[in-house]
């Protein structure tokens, strides 16, 4: 079964840190560029982060530097976001995507989302 | 990075057509053709419904079509259906390994 499935999230305080992970199956994991993506309580979505199938790549979105970092393993098909000196606005939903075959650009397969809880 | 504008919200009656706007600008739209759509139902993961401006992906009614001019996308939903109410995401590449998406438009049915 083609499959994005996240995990990690949780409810904690400022200034911590969690890791999320994403675990793929079903299809070439080391195929495919992947991405994390969030979406704040009623929000909108916003793009998180990329890395390259073959893990050389990574870009991070500008606010995110510094504290959020994109990583794969592709012997285990998992992606990872580390997050440290979280922040309230932290808050939301945690969607990892897969990129779509080279040159679209486009996210075409989505997790079910992990939620991340940032609170006092 | 600054976010693509979407309309907040857009509404129709079943079997009219319309039309979500989405602006940006000369470094994401209006430099590649790389934008992307995205449905999302309550409480359900986005779904892409068009890439590369125009291009549907399988399983993906023909009522939904893209379309791109200068520094603004479009996506147009054709013969609405009740089904068709979520909100809906632009999306576009925007140089560097960066991607940007739109704050969302609301479609309500009438």
């Known amino acids: 079964q083609v499959q994005l499935v996240e995990s990690g999230g949780g409810m904690v305080h400022p200034g911590t840190s969690l890791r999320l992970s994403c675990e793929a199956s079903g299809f070439p994991f080391k195929m495919h560029g992947m991405h994390w993506i969030r979406q704040a309580p009623g929000k909108g979505l916003d793009w998180v982060a990329v890395v390259w199938h073959n893990g050389r790549i990574k870009e991070h979105a500008d606010s995110l530097k510094g504290r959020f970092i994109i990583s794969r393993d592709n012997s285990k098909n998992t992606l990872y976001l580390q997050m440290d000196s979280l922040r309230v606005e932290d808050t939301g939903v945690y969607f990892c995507?897969?990129?779509?075959?080279?040159?679209?650009?486009?996210?075409?397969?989505w997790g079910r989302g992990t939620l991340v809880t940032v609170s006092s | 990075q600054s976010a693509l504008t979407q309309p907040a919200s857009v509404s129709g009656s079943p079997g009219q057509s319309i039309s979500i706007s989405c602006i940006g600008g000369n470094s994401d739209i209006g430099n590649y053709n790389l934008v992307s759509w995205y449905q999302q139902l309550p409480g359900i993961a986005p779904k892409l419904f068009i890439y590369?401006?125009?291009k549907r992906p399988s399983g993906i009614s023909h009522r939904f079509s893209g379309s791109k001019s200068g520094n603004t996308a479009s996506l147009t939903i054709s013969g609405l259906q009740a089904e068709d109410e979520a909100d809906y995401y632009c999306?576009?590449?925007?140089?560097?390994?960066?991607?940007?998406f739109g704050g969302g438009t609301k479609v309500t049915v009438l």
């Open positions: 590369e401006v125009s």
């Open positions: 999306c576009s590449y925007a140089g560097g390994n960066t991607w940007v």
């Open positions: 995507a897969r990129e779509g075959d080279s040159g679209t650009y486009s996210f075409d397969l």
